[in-house]
């Protein structure tokens, strides 16, 4: 959190994967910047799908529920667009680092990842509905399908394979 209020100003796009990557581990004030982050567009694409997403992760704080209210709106039916990698680590803990964001489209409320071990061996299918996991276990590959409020699914993300990375 404290390498992502440093970069903001210098570089909010960098800001984002560390915003990101604290929200992930349960910073709740992380969550609300990123989400402010998509809002206005800065460092990242404009997206309030993406605002929305961070926001409710953030809904403990009372300012992420009057954005939340703000940019409230319907469920947009139809595919949503399939997500896009942007970050993947494996960090020296052991475990690994997954954050994607989403291109303009129908609105996913939640994401099925698919989680391969270290020989390829396909492990349990994880969901989140924010655009990141975070696993105490080594990945050696993932892909992440986009899930609409009406059932419908996006086609998976392109299979992307893991790297160590620094913490």
Do not use: C, K
């Amino acid at each position: 959190m404290t390498q992502a209020l440093d970069l903001e100003s210098r570089d909010p796009g960098r800001a984002a994967i560390s915003y990101a990557r604290a929200a992930l581990r349960g910073s709740a004030r992380a969550a609300y910047y990123l989400g402010q982050l998509h809002e206005t567009g800065s460092g990242v694409a404009p997206n309030p799908d993406m605002a929305r997403l961070w926001y409710a992760a953030a809904a403990d704080l009372p300012r992420a529920q009057q954005r939340l209210q703000a940019l409230a709106t319907a469920d947009a039916p139809g595919i949503p667009a399939p997500p896009v990698p942007v970050f993947q680590a494996r960090p020296g803990n052991g475990g690994s680092e997954m954050i994607w964001r989403l291109p303009e489209g129908a609105a996913p409320v939640r994401f099925r990842v698919e989680i391969f071990g270290p020989v390829d061996q396909p492990l349990p299918v994880q969901e989140t509905t924010v655009p990141g996991l975070i696993l105490p276990f080594p990945v050696s590959a993932w892909r992440v399908t986009a899930l609409g409020a009406d059932g419908s699914e996006s086609v998976p993300s392109a299979l992307v394979r893991m790297i160590p990375a620094e913490e």
